[in-house]
């Protein structure tokens, strides 16, 4: 298997990602323990420029010369309003958390709106890096909770019941398995208050080979880990305690692909009845 992995990586990286497809989808996927420790290593220690740019800050070359960083979070927040009157929504007020926040694109534009933010990480130098960027657009309270990604319902056991708008962007694809995932959202099932919304966004599957998870080789290839059709997600959401409500898709943006939004309602809340 080495050699032909090496045999790739000569002939390019196109080549080597259909290799290493292949072989998932053989059953040859490294493990989750693997991955999640290479994740683990990726993100706990800012290393560079790529770094910034997979973590989304500001100062990132991959957002210089325009206004891409601050419009991302702009987006963000016009699609969470627009999709939160599916249900009647007041949109992002009270406690509002992100999940996976970076480097604050999208906490700058969340924040002012809420009583407080809560922003999630598992790196202590990005969380700091978002604090300064709300601090400078808000009086909002910024509460950081630094995560160990072996067990992220630890961190946020104190939260449980007192979120009222979870969001979580650019993170499932970053994820080492789609059973990772589901414990993603039993949290944001946990968190949300009765009344709550989640808008929560992944990279979609299509059923082409190209949009398989991958599931190999993290540091290379991270932001293809995990994919997930569509009607398969809303089903897990279902699964996790919690009600699909809309989905909004992003077949391409400035960043990436295959984007899709999902809203989401804590199960026997008063809004999911708006599901039946």
């Known amino acids: ?8 990586r000569r002939v390019g990286g196109a080549a080597l990602d259909v290799v290493e497809r ?22 706990e220690q800012p290393d560079g420029d790529r770094w910034r740019a997979d973590s989304h800050w500001r100062d990132a070359s991959v957002f210089a010369g325009t206004d891409l960083w601050s419009e991302t979070g702009r987006r963000h927040l016009d699609l969470l309003r627009r999709m939160a009157r599916v249900v009647e929504h007041p949109g992002p007020r009270g406690t509002v958390l992100e999940w ?3 480097g604050g694109a999208n906490a700058v534009h969340l924040a002012p709106e809420a009583t407080a933010f809560v922003g999630v990480d598992l790196s202590a130098a990005t969380l700091e890096e978002c604090g ?36 979580c962007f650019y993170v499932f694809e970053l994820i080492v398995s789609q059973e990772y995932g589901a414990r993603l959202l039993r949290i944001a099932a946990d968190l949300l208050t009765d009344d709550g919304l989640a808008l929560v966004q992944i990279k979609y599957d299509t059923g082409s080979f190209g949009t398989r998870p991958r599931r190999r080789n993290y540091r290379s290839r991270l932001a293809s880990m995990t ?26 943006n400035e960043l990436d692909e295959r984007y899709a939004y999902f809203l989401l309602t804590r199960a026997g809340g008063p809004r999911a009845e708006a599901a039946r």
Not at 1 to 8: L, Q, S
Not at 22 to 43: F, I, N, V
Not at 136 to 154: M, S
């Open 1 to 8: 298997m080495g050699t032909v992995i090496d045999r790739a």
């Open 22 to 43: 292949t072989l998932t989808a053989a059953g040859l996927g490294e493990s989750p323990e693997k991955l999640g420790a290479d994740a683990r290593r990726y993100w």
């Open 100 to 102: 996976g926040c970076g």
């Open 132 to 167: 300064r960027q709300v601090a400078a657009v808000t009086a909002t309270p910024f509460r950081p909770v630094l995560i160990d990604p072996a067990e992220p319902e630890a961190a946020v056991a104190a939260l449980r019941g007192t979120v009222d708008v979870f969001t």
């Open 227 to 252: 994919t997930y059709r569509i009607d398969e997600f809303w089903e897990l959401a279902h699964d996790c305690g919690l009600v699909p409500h809309a989905v909004h898709l992003v077949p391409r």
